[in-house]
């Protein structure tokens, strides 16, 4: 959750959030879900996604709260509705039955007298530990950091604590605690966004939380009353910046589980800016054992733009799952991006998962099984030697602007560059390659449309492969504003935005200095999650 000392210019404006704030957020759902409705049926300005979630409109970062609970999958974020740039934080609220359709509600907590409400969790209080609920009903319950920002104003260090709040009608309406905070600050000046589950071998509930430089540990009896169980990671990882948005969570792999902690850090990323690493290991209850050295940096995605992302929780365990979802942005141009009426979107959620690789044990990711619920009619793609470009537009008998490219090739060593390019009819364009020689992975994006608002904007990006045969597979998401790259079955993903003057309306597969072999391939048209005319007639 990121903020800047110079947000101390909304401070008039959080004010009146925070007076009399109870009645004012009662009086305002009514009109909030008018606008909702009302913002939702458009969806289609420039560079609008079209099956990403966005906010109906005004600024959006970091998931939180994310819980499956009663058949909905909850997705609420951090949103300042009053502009489309960072400011005093609220939690945005969206459902959905498939992770991919997304019903938007009115906000669910604004901000109070304690401070904005940053980044956190929320869980399924089963067993009603808190008391905050019953038996038979028990409570949804978020836990997040609020931030003073009249004690930063003031020069203190300790106006971030933990607070929580509750709902006993599947998320629809909050309550927040009356004795909040329920973790004051310590006395640090970085102390925040709470994730929390439950550990079963040791009954309780466990907060990871983000510290500065490091993650600590907190566990609990009932989600009111914590106490300190570890710390983890001040030599270990990248630290190129602040420690954020944490989680914690099991994964199998060849039978034995591993512990996986995500961890974004901003800046430090692997091509500027923020992003996401991780760490495999053990975890007793109490403290986290890293298996890698000290000073490995693995990371999530190695896009530009897949930040805060973090896990549902509550998943069934009929379903097993572990399902991800992250903020599609980057601190350096969040606020610049050309977009008047909304800002960010999300990334599509994902299945994460280890793999056994050469290099270790790694953390995979592949885009979740839910998504043929938008895929329409497809083009296959015959096998054919690529050397030069070829025009795969031509295959498909509907416009490829929204669309998923699957292509399996071989003999990719004979090639110095190859890859995947998104143009329009203004030559601008966006390249999506691999360079064999080096076995790196790039997106190029310097002449991909708008991009002034940021000298940090146009670099290429790189990405490491982690297989080493002659055979890559790639599977491409392009929407109107951005595309993610699953490679390899996921081993490498990179996620990025653009902004071209037109949408993409053409795709071709090129080769550089050598012939390789498209052995099969795949182009499916995918339909707006949004425009619902326009999905009742596909």
């Known amino acids: 959750m990121k903020y800047n000392i110079a947000i101390a210019l909304f401070m008039l404006l959080c004010i009146g959030c925070n007076q009399s704030q109870e009645n004012t957020q009662t009086a305002q759902t009514d009109t909030t879900q008018q606008e909702v409705t009302q913002v939702a049926n458009n969806f289609q300005e420039t560079h609008r996604p079209q099956f990403h979630f966005s906010p109906p409109a005004k600024w959006m970062n970091d998931p939180n709260g994310m819980v499956y609970h009663n058949g909905e999958y909850h997705l609420f974020y951090q949103h300042y509705p009053d502009s489309t740039v960072w400011g005093p934080m ?4 969206a459902v959905s039955k498939d992770m991919i359709h997304w019903e938007h509600l009115p906000i669910a907590l604004y901000p109070d007298s304690l401070g904005y409400i940053f980044s956190g969790s929320a869980v399924v209080d089963a067993n009603n530990t808190s008391g905050l609920g019953t038996k038979e009903n028990p409570p949804m319950v978020a836990i997040y950091t609020y931030h003073l920002a009249e004690g930063e104003k003031a020069g203190k260090i300790d106006y971030q604590t933990q607070g929580i709040a509750y709902s006993t009608d599947n998320g629809r309406t909050w309550e927040k605690y009356k004795q909040n905070p329920v973790l004051k600050n310590p006395g640090i000046k970085d102390f925040r966004d709470p994730k929390v589950s439950w550990h079963e071998p040791s009954k309780q509930w466990v907060m990871i939380l983000a510290v500065a430089d490091h993650v600590e540990f907190y566990g609990s009896k009932n989600l009111t009353s914590w106490t300190k169980l570890s710390e983890f990671g001040k030599t270990y990882g990248g630290h190129g910046g602040v420690w954020e948005c944490p989680d914690l969570f099991p994964l199998t792999v060849d039978g034995k589980q591993k512990w996986v902690m995500l961890l974004s850090i901003n800046p430090g990323g692997p091509n500027g800016g923020s992003a996401t690493q991780y760490f495999i290991g053990n ?22 733009d897949n930040y805060a992302g973090v ?6 365990q009929a379903d097993g799952r572990r399902l991800f979802m992250g903020w599609m942005s980057n601190w350096l141009y969040a606020d610049d991006v050309p977009t ?15 793999k056994n690789t050469p290099q270790g044990i790694r953390l ?10 938008i895929r329409a009619e497809s083009a296959d793609l015959k096998s054919q030697t690529i050397n030069g470009e070829v025009d795969l537009t031509k295959s498909a008998s509907f416009p490829v602007t929204l669309s998923e490219l699957t292509v399996s090739l071989e003999d990719i060593d004979k090639s110095k560059d190859l890859g995947i390019e998104l143009s329009n009819a203004q030559g601008q364009k966006l390249l999506i390659g691999y360079e064999p020689a080096s076995k790196q992975f790039y997106i190029d994006r310097s002449k991909s449309g708008k991009i002034d608002f940021s000298k940090e904007f146009p670099k290429k990006q790189t990405a490491p492969r982690l297989s080493t045969g002659n055979t890559l597979t790639l599977q491409v998401f392009i ?4 595309v993610e790259v699953f490679a390899d079955n996921g081993e490498t993903v990179m996620t990025s935005i653009f902004f071209p003057d037109a949408n993409y309306d053409q795709v071709k597969l090129y080769s550089k200095e050598g012939a390789i072999q498209l052995t099969s391939g795949q182009l499916t048209r995918l339909k707006s999650i949004w425009d619902q005319k326009l999905a009742s007639a596909n």
């Open 364 to 373: 995979v990711s592949q885009p979740v099984k839910e998504l043929s619920s």
């Open 90 to 93: 609220h939690w945005g609220h």
């Open 340 to 354: 008047d009426t909304w800002r960010s979107a999300m990334t599509l959620p994902r299945e994460l998962s280890l």
């Open 479 to 482: 929407d109107v504003a951005s």
């Open 283 to 304: 975890f007793d209850g109490k403290t986290f054992t890293s298996d890698n050295p000290a000073k490995t940096t693995l990371w999530v995605d190695h896009g530009t």
């Open 311 to 316: 896990t549902w929780s509550n998943i069934p």
